[in-house]
């Protein structure tokens, strides 16, 4: 007969297992990103398998996030040096944040690249569950996550990533 774990312990090992899956998502191992549809600010849909054969930027944020509205111009840079060579982005807004300082936020500062809405918490939760803002994922041409960043990228770190996986075939 197994003895009985205590639920201090259960909880501890559900949280340990928690853990490796984000350190596994953080560094460098290559999950295919999860099948999703984004709803964009114009209506279109948008699905994880058009993204394959370039290279993109998937960043949750809102616009209450501090650290996301001052990481945001340097994204758009990041998008106007890269765009040309295979590069996409994909603004994926949090389900709390009103639509419509989505969309004023977007148009107000010409946000150049797709914005999604993610009205039901689906997207955020078939991405690992995403709660904190800015989270950021980069994918590679075939569709897998290379990278995860919690808070602002280090964006010179970032380009050169984005160089290298733009280099592969």
Known sequence: MRPRQSPILSRALA????????AALAGCAQDAAPESTFVLLDGSRQTTADMKGKVTLVNFWATSCTTCVAEMPQIVS????????????????MQYDPPSYV?????????PFKVAIDNTG????AWGDV???????????QGQIVKKYVGAPNFDELHKLIEKLLAEA
């Open 131 to 141: 709660k904190l803002t800015p989270t950021t994922y980069i994918v590679n041409k």
């Open 103 to 111: 969309v004023n936020f977007a148009e107000t500062r010409k946000l």
């Open 15 to 22: 949280g340990l297992t928690a853990l490796a899956l984000t």
């Open 78 to 93: 990041t998008y106007d040096k890269y765009k040309a060579k295979g590069y996409d982005t994909l603004a994926v807004a």
């Open 122 to 125: 689906k997207v955020a939760q």
